[in-house]
């Protein structure tokens, strides 16, 4: 069992930077994911449907 320590956003905020890219979520400090194939081309049909 993992330990949870809640987050304040200006705590948040002034964590380094690293390789991983984290979002605050309910004041924990969650890794994102980075999105994948299919989720790559809807975002990229989507964008050319809004642009026209």
Do not use: C, N, W
């Not at 380094?16 to 984290?22: H, K, L, N, R, W």
């Not at 979002?23 to 969650?30: D, E, R, V, Y």
Request: hydrophobic residues 45%.
């Amino acid at each position: 069992m993992t330990a949870t320590i809640k987050l304040s956003l200006e705590q948040f905020l002034k964590l380094p930077e690293e390789d991983v890219i984290y979002g605050l979520i309910t004041a924990s400090a969650i890794p994102k994911v980075s999105p994948k194939g299919f989720h790559s081309r809807l975002a990229g049909t989507l964008y050319i449907l809004l642009i026209d």
